[in-house]
């Protein structure tokens, strides 16, 4: 008889608390946003609630959606989740918060350094296998683990958001954003290709969606490796963009 994929979904009870905290975030963000759009009507525009209630919603779905219980049966998604956490919640709450983003002073690439070093560090160390398969047998460290990706995206995307081209100092931007991709591609090349097993863990959950560990474990990386070059690299193409263009180009004499 044909092999038969053994489909085993574990049951999913919605996390009331942090749908409520996040309900509550979303709830009082739009009622400030409607408050300054009263009193000023181009103080905020819509874009900035949508990219907010968009970031909140990445966290959701992140942390207290059905992805949360099948990231402990497929690398797959535990890899969506650190994605969304990451590189779709962090930049999407600093665009709808643009006073945290005017703020931000970075002035060279040595500066930028510590936010770099920070997710990279948050990338490479969770993924260590020890570390991994800690953070997944054990609740408590499952949430520092998510918490860490979410602060460090945060810190990360900070000095990238918000910009402003016409400034010299943002040639350490696209810079930044290349260096950030050289971990993140080394990992997610080394689980697509190393031709084995890093995360044991998997070997002993029911085959999801037809995937062997091995198949999933390779298409995490895959995942991994294009997500991050693109969105890591769209504004650094952007930003460049933008500085050569005459409007853009930086202003002679400009501290660096």
Not at 116 to 142: D, K, N, Q, R, Y
Request: aromatic share 12%.
């Amino acid at each position: 008889m044909p092999h038969q994929a053994h489909v085993h979904f574990e049951p999913w009870p919605l996390p009331l608390p942090i749908t409520l905290l996040l309900g509550c975030a979303a709830l009082l963000y739009t009622l400030h946003w409607f408050r300054l759009r009263s009193a000023h009507a181009n103080a905020m525009p819509v874009w900035r609630l949508t990219a907010f209630l968009g970031g909140l919603l990445s966290i959701w779905a992140a942390v207290a959606s059905p992805i949360s219980v099948l990231d402990h049966q497929l690398l797959t998604f535990h890899m969506v989740k650190h994605l969304l956490l990451m590189i779709v919640a962090s930049p999407l709450i600093l665009l709808g918060a643009p006073q945290l983003v005017a703020a931000r002073r970075a002035s060279s690439i040595r500066q930028l350094g510590w936010p770099l070093f920070l997710a990279s560090a948050t990338v490479v160390g969770w993924h260590i296998p020890a570390a991994f398969e800690l953070a997944l047998e054990s609740h408590a460290w499952h949430g520092v683990e998510n918490a860490s990706f979410l602060v460090a995206g945060l810190l990360f995307w900070w000095p990238v958001v918000g910009v402003r081209p016409e400034d010299a100092r943002s040639w350490s931007i696209p810079l930044y954003l290349f260096l950030a991709t050289l971990p993140c591609d080394i990992l997610s090349a080394f689980l697509a290709f190393c031709g084995r097993v890093v995360y044991t863990v998997y070997l002993a959950t029911p085959h999801q969606f037809s995937l062997a560990p091995l198949d999933d474990q390779q298409f995490a990386g895959a995942l991994m490796w294009v997500s991050v070059t693109l969105i890591y690299l769209l504004p650094a193409v952007v930003i460049t963009v933008q500085i050569l263009s005459p409007k853009g180009a930086p202003v002679k004499g400009a501290a660096t």
